[in-house]
């Protein structure tokens, strides 16, 4: 449909493009406030939407709007990791899983560009217990995750279940403090350990390999 020559979008192409801007603004606010700290009317102010409840009437409560910024995001890197499953095929590399768990991330980051906020947004959300069990449903229990997991839990056979349930926990908090904390300090022009986000995921799978090849001293 055309307006004086002018292509004029559907009411499903605006809806859409709302929806982009309030992930946008949503996962900013998130990343410098908190979730905790920030309403959905600031949220659709901040995107520009005269209705205080624009972002409801799109998502409904905050964590239905937590969990749409999280599906985004593992659409994502869903594809990356499937990707690198693929090449792997059934390596005994313990290396090569936890690249697999890792690069993904990093490398969508990498693509995002400066800024983004995307990391400390996700750092933001798992600190929050009510919502960290969004995460682990739309991230964790995804496919390529699964599969990335089992893959290296092959290759451990030894570890008892409260230690991996243990190092699993540890290794979510590194990825996600490690990324936040990156993608902050590349937003304030600080310096950064590393050089490029190829250089980080190097270090955390060196990092994620010595924990999860740590020995285990039995509990007295």
Not at 153 to 170: A, K, N, S, T
Request: charged share 25%; net charge neutral; hydrophobic share 40%.
């Amino acid at each position: 449909m055309t307006k004086r020559g002018r292509t004029v979008p559907g009411r499903t192409e605006r809806a859409r493009e709302t929806r982009g801007a309030i992930l946008d603004v949503a996962e900013r606010l998130f990343a410098e406030h908190g979730v905790g700290e920030v309403s959905n009317r600031q949220i659709g102010q901040a995107a520009g939407q005269a209705n205080n409840f624009a972002v409801g009437y799109h998502f409904g409560t905050k964590a239905d709007l937590v969990r749409a910024i999280i599906r985004r995001y593992t659409t994502e890197t869903e594809e990356r990791r499937l990707r690198m499953l693929e090449a792997i095929g059934d390596s005994a590399d313990l290396r090569a899983w936890i690249s697999c768990l890792v690069r993904p991330a990093t490398d969508h980051l990498d693509a995002l560009g400066v800024p983004s906020w995307r990391a400390r947004c996700l750092a933001q959300v798992t600190a929050v217990p009510a919502l960290r069990q969004i995460v682990t449903e739309e991230s964790v229990a995804t496919p390529s995750m699964r599969r990335t997991l089992d893959g290296m839990l092959r290759l451990l056979p030894d570890l008892p279940e409260e230690v991996h349930r243990e190092r699993g926990d540890m290794t979510r908090l590194l990825l996600a403090h490690a990324l936040a904390e990156r993608e902050r300090a590349l937003h304030e022009g600080e310096s950064t350990t590393h050089a490029s986000w190829e250089a980080v995921a190097v270090g955390l799978v060196d990092a994620l390999a010595g924990l999860w090849r740590a020995p285990v001293t039995p509990c007295p």
